[in-house]
């Protein structure tokens, strides 16, 4: 979600230009301008996976990984073009590998298209739970306390990239970096819903880009998404149409548990 040399300055369309979007040269890119090596677990059993807290909140170090829903049914692979774009079309979930490689998936995780997150099945596995736009905020303000003060188109904070991505694994001129929280952020790149012609649904970014979903929809067809690139320390905040295939990482508690904490701190 490799093209190599793609310059990313996008011209977005007007069904998903945002404030936080315009003339980024981070952003995934919009088409219209310009099973890993482990076992599935079972979803029905709460999972133990790598996860670093950082203030309240505890993420999981991996992207999600899953192949079937938290109730036991299959998640769609959509490795053809035309699978994943009739997903988009029908707004029905699927996940791929990038490249349709098993290979990036093992190091990557797999690319979900939205759908995949508003089944009512449950993408996340027991015990952990999508976040939502104010939590992936949460977690920038978190880190970058000075974020919330930013008044700059797109990023949410211009320091807190390099605290979130892995020393190495991106690409070759990528601005220093050392995963001091542990979020450990490998650039996954993206896959588009579809290109111009509506022929193909093309990757893009593979070790330049990660971008994860959040389960925050906007109005129309898109949601919102948090990015960090290899050129910049900035973390981007954008809405992409939901037939995207982005990563997803998951915060640990359900999430009526999770309002419930956090409620009961505040008071």
Same mark, same amino acid.
């Given at each position: /979600?490799?093209?190599?040399? @793609?310059? %990313?300055? %996008? ?10 979007? $315009?003339? *980024? #040269? ?15 677990? #079972? ?13 309240? $909140?505890?993420? /999981?170090?991996?992207? @999600?990984?899953?192949?079937?829903? +938290? ?10 073009? *035309? ?12 996940? =791929? ?13 797999? %690319? ?17 739970? !999508? ?6 905020? @949460?977690?920038?303000?978190? @880190? ?7 008044? /700059? ?10 605290? %979130? ?15 001091? *929280?542990?979020?450990?952020? !490998? ?18 970014? !593979? ?7 959040? *389960? ?9 998404? +948090? ?21 997803? +990482? =998951?915060?640990?508690?359900? !999430?009526?548990?999770?309002?419930? #904490? ?6």
């Amino acid at each position: /979600m490799k093209i190599t040399n @793609l310059v %990313l300055v %996008l011209a977005l369309s007007a069904a998903t230009i945002t404030v936080q979007a $315009q003339n *980024s #040269d981070q952003a995934p890119q919009d088409p219209n301008t310009a099973e890993a090596d482990q076992a599935p677990q #079972d979803p029905k059993t709460e999972t133990s996976v790598p996860s670093v807290t950082i203030g309240t $909140q505890t993420w /999981m170090q991996r992207n @999600l990984d899953v192949v079937t829903f +938290r109730n036991g049914d299959t998640i769609p692979q959509a490795a053809s073009d *035309s699978a994943w774009m009739a997903a988009a079309e029908n707004e029905t979930p699927a996940w =791929c590998y990038y490249n349709n490689d098993p290979a990036n998936g093992a190091v990557y995780g797999k %690319l979900y298209n939205w759908f995949a997150l508003k089944d009512t099945r449950g993408l996340a596995p027991l015990g952990w739970h !999508l976040p939502a736009d104010q939590e992936w905020t @949460l977690l920038i303000n978190t @880190l970058d306390t000075s974020a919330h003060l930013l008044q /700059m188109g797109g990023a949410e904070s211009v320091n807190a990239g390099p605290w %979130l991505k892995t020393a190495e694994g991106w690409k070759e001129g990528a601005v220093e970096a050392n995963n001091s *929280s542990g979020f450990t952020a !490998l650039p996954g790149g993206y896959r588009v819903h579809w290109n111009i012609e509506k022929t193909a649904a093309p990757f893009f970014a !593979l070790t330049e880009s990660a971008n994860w979903w959040s *389960s925050t929809p906007t109005a129309g067809t898109d949601a919102w998404l +948090r990015n960090v690139y290899y050129k910049n320390n900035q973390v981007k905040k954008y809405f992409f149409h939901r037939g995207y295939g982005f990563s997803v +990482r =998951c915060i640990q508690g359900e !999430l009526e548990d999770f309002w419930k #904490d956090n409620n009961d701190q505040n008071k």
